[in-house]
């Protein structure tokens, strides 16, 4: 009998065992270089880029008037998105999904999520503070930021990839369609760009959650 359980239990931990070694394991996100990117959201000096693109220095404000670096996200997985506060189309619908991002990882202390103002002139940090409150936003995981223009357009357009270099220029224009990027980029632990998803889209957004998840699971970020 107890030889008989002995076959047993080594049989059932063998078929355990056979059955989680064939199961397929998932492919690691795509890493984003600019020369996989449509050319006109690319700055013309990094065209040819084609490894190595990570996510440049940068030195902004939050909705708590505390100075956010990129050195307060090296070795974190975090979203980020432009947006501003006084936007009536698409922004109210992205920062909606964007709350479903912070429920669902709002315990992860290796999760960020950064968002960009393009219109700082009207977003100082008493406005980013208030539009942060009204959307629930925990100051110590969601960041809302704020600063120089200048330099906000330049990390959007050679960083992130997602405003058009011809449109960079004109940044007194904040009232054309071309800050109504709807992208969230998600970078990883390296600072690299992992993803690009719709943030008006209940199905991407879903995509991003678990794609954040195998970031901040995975051995092979």
């Not at 998932?26 to 990094?46: A, F, Q, R, S, T």
């Not at 501003?84 to 912070?102: A, E, L, Y």
């Not at 980013?128 to 330099?151: I, R, V």
Request: aromatic share 12%; proline share 4%; charged share 25%.
């Amino acid at each position: 009998m107890v030889r008989f359980l002995f076959i047993l239990v080594f049989c059932a931990a063998g078929i355990t065992f056979t059955y989680f070694m064939i199961q397929p394991k998932e492919k690691p996100l795509k890493i984003y270089n600019p020369v996989d990117l449509e050319p006109e959201m690319v700055d013309p000096e990094l065209l040819r880029v084609g490894m190595g693109h990570t996510i440049g220095s940068f030195e902004f404000k939050n909705q708590e008037n505390k100075t956010i670096t990129d050195k307060d996200v090296h070795g974190k997985v975090y979203v980020a998105e432009y947006f501003f506060t006084t936007c009536g189309t698409i922004c109210p619908q992205m920062n909606v999904q964007m709350q479903r991002v912070q429920k669902a990882y709002k315990d992860e202390k290796k999760f960020n999520i950064l968002s960009f103002t393009v219109n700082p002139e009207t977003d100082d940090v008493e406005q980013m503070n208030n539009y942060a409150n009204a959307h629930g936003a925990n100051p110590k995981q969601w960041w809302f930021l704020t600063g120089s223009k200048e330099k906000l357009y330049e990390l959007a357009r050679k960083s992130f990839f997602v405003l058009k270099p011809a449109e960079a220029k004109n940044l007194g224009d904040v009232g054309s369609d071309f800050i109504h990027t709807n992208n969230f980029v998600l970078v990883d632990q390296q600072g690299r760009i992992r993803g690009y998803y719709d943030g008006t889209s209940v199905e991407e957004v879903d995509q991003l959650i678990h794609d954040i998840d195998q970031l901040l699971h995975s051995e092979d970020h």
